[in-house]
């Protein structure tokens, strides 16, 4: 299969799968191209023998690049939460991203709600057919 940035694939997290559709929030991710795969597993460094990982910030900068927007995330008062990305190409710790979430959007993020979303993004999105018909 060919690998498209331009589809994006609706996610919702886990802890809101079994709610009512109207309570969910549908995370849209695209996925990575190969050269950003590369470029950051070449945030794995080693270094004198031992391994040194920036994962905090390989993490960052797929979160960024991988999610393309949401519908129906609300603040801690109900009220919605724009998405805001980065015209253009952006490059972000050295890989370069075609419209890119903001820092302050991915601020905005519940913690778990992002580490769920790296994680999802950064394993290609191959969501089994069982989580595929949960998330959509």
Same mark, same amino acid.
Not at 20 to 45: C, G, I, K, V, Y
Not at 115 to 122: P, Q, R
């Given at each position: 299969?060919?690998?498209?940035?331009?589809?994006?694939?609706?996610?919702?997290?886990?802890?809101?799968?079994?709610?009512?559709?109207?309570?969910?929030?549908?995370?849209?991710?695209?996925?990575?191209?190969?050269?950003?795969?590369?470029?950051?597993?070449?945030?794995?460094?080693?270094? #004198?023998?031992?391994?040194?990982?920036?994962?905090?910030? +390989?993490?960052?900068?797929?979160?960024?690049? #991988?999610?393309?927007?949401? &519908?129906?995330?609300?603040?801690?008062?109900?009220?919605?939460?724009?998405?805001?990305?980065?015209?253009?190409?952006?490059?972000?710790?050295? !890989?370069?991203? &075609?419209?890119?979430?903001?820092?302050?959007?991915?601020?905005?993020?519940?913690?778990?709600?992002?580490?769920?979303? !790296?994680?999802?993004? +950064?394993?290609?999105?191959?969501?089994?057919?069982?989580?595929?018909?949960?998330?959509?």
């Amino acid at each position: 299969m060919i690998i498209t940035t331009k589809r994006t694939v609706p996610y919702v997290l886990r802890r809101e799968r079994e709610l009512p559709r109207e309570q969910q929030t549908t995370f849209h991710l695209r996925a990575l191209t190969n050269s950003q795969r590369f470029s950051l597993l070449d945030m794995n460094t080693v270094q #004198g023998g031992s391994a040194s990982l920036r994962g905090g910030t +390989m993490a960052q900068t797929a979160l960024r690049i #991988g999610l393309a927007g949401w &519908d129906n995330l609300a603040d801690e008062n109900g009220s919605q939460v724009a998405y805001a990305a980065t015209p253009g190409k952006t490059l972000i710790h050295g !890989v370069t991203a &075609d419209s890119p979430a903001t820092e302050d959007t991915i601020n905005r993020l519940p913690w778990e709600a992002a580490e769920e979303l !790296v994680d999802a993004i +950064m394993n290609g999105m191959t969501l089994d057919q069982v989580d595929a018909k949960k998330s959509s």
